[in-house]
């Protein structure tokens, strides 16, 4: 059973429009939800983070909104540029170790 | 810009070597993970410690796997005999102790078990 999932597999937006990344997650015992951002070589990045006592983290243009009734939370990228091409993360952090549990990935591109 | 720092980058075994990967920390971070990341861009945890002390581990890394975390030494992740399908990537994070801390990752060791 897949603790994280992510949709949709891929993306593709045009420059300027708004990328929604969708995370849903099965253990209600997670409590913090980091993102990262994966170029092709390159280790995965911290983006942006949201703590499950928030419904909303916002960071420039890219903003988390969190449904913990649902265990569900979004990723909204808005203004997208093509270097926002990339493979996006959602992982779930267990409260006691920080272990995290990743979802598959959403790869994204943005075309100019 | 990582500050996790992981040596090398790329790593070329035949099968049934060993593979050894290092990784330095963030300067302060306590805590460290090691994760492999599949050619299906899954990850799979493999160990963490907290200064020297392993936190917790999966049962693959008790038999092949062995990782350490030497007080003033680089962290290092080793397999004892490769197998093709540990061809994947490494990638070594820290983060400071304690709840809400999200792990930085390093750029990764790239293994190929040919």
């Known amino acids: 059973q897949q603790q994280v999932r992510q949709s949709p597999q891929s993306l593709t937006v045009w420059e300027g429009e708004t990328a929604i990344l969708n995370c849903s997650y099965e253990?209600?015992?997670?409590?913090?939800f980091p993102w990262y951002q994966q170029f092709p070589g390159e280790g995965p990045a911290l983006l942006i983070s949201?703590?499950?006592?928030?419904d909303k983290k916002e960071d420039g243009r890219f903003t988390i909104f969190f449904n913990k009734r649902e265990k569900k939370l979004s990723l909204h990228i808005t203004d997208s540029q093509p270097g926002d091409s990339a493979t996006y993360f959602c992982a779930a952090s267990e409260a006691n170790t920080g272990k995290l549990t990743f979802g598959d990935g959403t790869v994204l591109t943005v075309k100019p | 810009n990582s500050k996790v720092i992981q040596t090398p980058r790329y790593l070329v075994k035949g099968q049934g070597q060993k593979a050894k990967m290092r990784c330095i920390p963030e300067k302060g971070h306590p805590v460290v993970f090691w994760y492999q990341q599949n050619k299906n861009n899954e990850f799979k945890f493999l160990i963490n410690?907290?200064?020297?002390?392993?936190?917790?581990q999966i049962d693959m890394t008790e038999k092949r796997f062995s990782a350490e975390c030497p007080s003033n030494s680089p962290c290092s992740l080793e397999i004892q005999s490769s197998e093709a399908g540990d061809s994947a990537l490494y990638l070594c994070?820290?983060?400071?102790?304690?709840?809400?801390?999200?792990?930085?990752f390093g750029e990764g060791t790239r293994l190929s078990v040919l």
């Open positions: 253990d209600s015992t997670f409590n913090y």
């Open positions: 949201i703590r499950s006592v928030s």
């Open positions: 410690f907290q200064n020297q002390e392993v936190l917790q």
């Open positions: 994070a820290s983060s400071l102790r304690g709840r809400n801390q999200a792990p930085l």
